[in-house]
């Protein structure tokens, strides 16, 4: 089914967030400061998740004072000049690196990693911004899909109406600079709208579109979902979508058509 849209398309931080630490409850907070909106959640909502928030409250966090680097770890930190402590979580984290390279204008190097969930990222997703403590990283939860089911459960029942959920992360991308956000978790979103068969405002036939619908609401919620802002959901209002029992990993491209091994 098509994504379509009403007349007008709101899209909004939720405030009255505060910060969150192991053993909170994510929905709950969502609820209680969805509260104290001047109107509910409603009908088609779609809400964007920053992981971050997700990984604190699951207890996804790391601090490095606890970690002990192997040996593999103590080598390939060598060779991209980071902390092997670091590069030990990375790896715990990892399928496999991708890249290790170290760079000329930069004090630390890169990895590039296939994180153990498939997606393909920087340091395994592995981050310390927006941690509480210093030498502490974050991680993604553990099954970001059943974390954005779980969240998605408790509102559709706390305020009785369909609601989509987006987790989302930042990522790079192959031959484009810079970042934007991604999804890593879904539920009831649709990852990609198929349009195969469809005709453009020209009448010609679709034969390949297929919009990232998922990430598009993911990377339109970085605008909102600033590092330092301390606004880790975002409210999607007007979207007209089927829900669909969606994974993020809906939008990983098969290692056979992988044009960046």
Do not use: Y
Not at 31 to 54: C, R
Not at 124 to 130: L, M, P, Y
């Amino acid at each position: 089914m098509p994504i379509s849209m009403d007349e007008e398309l709101s899209v909004f931080r939720l405030p009255n967030l505060a910060d969150f630490k192991p053993g909170d409850d994510a929905a709950l907070a969502i609820i209680e400061a969805v509260n104290q909106l001047e109107s509910p959640l409603q009908e088609g909502d779609i809400l964007v998740i920053a992981h971050k928030m997700v990984s604190k409250c699951e207890g996804a966090v790391v601090n490095l004072h606890e970690v002990k680097a192997s040996q593999d770890a103590i080598q390939l930190a060598k060779e991209v000049n980071k902390d092997p402590r670091k590069v030990e979580v990375i790896l715990s984290q990892s399928k496999r690196i991708v890249r290790a390279i170290k760079r000329p204008d930069q004090e630390e190097g890169v990895l590039i990693a296939e994180h153990k969930l498939g997606f393909i990222c920087a340091n395994a997703a592995v981050d310390e911004s927006n941690a509480d403590e210093v030498n502490q990283l974050i991680t993604l939860p553990e099954n970001p899909d059943k974390s954005a089911r779980e969240i998605c459960q408790r509102l559709e029942e706390a305020f009785a109406c369909r609601i989509g959920v987006v987790i989302s992360d930042t990522f790079g991308r192959p031959w484009r600079l810079g970042q934007t956000n991604v999804a890593i978790g879904l539920a009831n979103v649709p990852a990609i709208t198929h349009m195969l068969g469809d005709q453009d405002a020209f009448g010609h036939e679709l034969k390949v579109t297929a919009p990232a619908f998922a990430d598009e609401l993911a990377g339109a919620s970085g605008l909102l979902m600033s590092k330092s802002g301390k606004c880790p959901v975002i409210i999607f209002r007007g979207l007209e979508w089927q829900a669909e029992d969606s994974h993020a990993s809906d939008l990983i491209r098969a290692a056979n058509e992988n044009l960046f091994k």
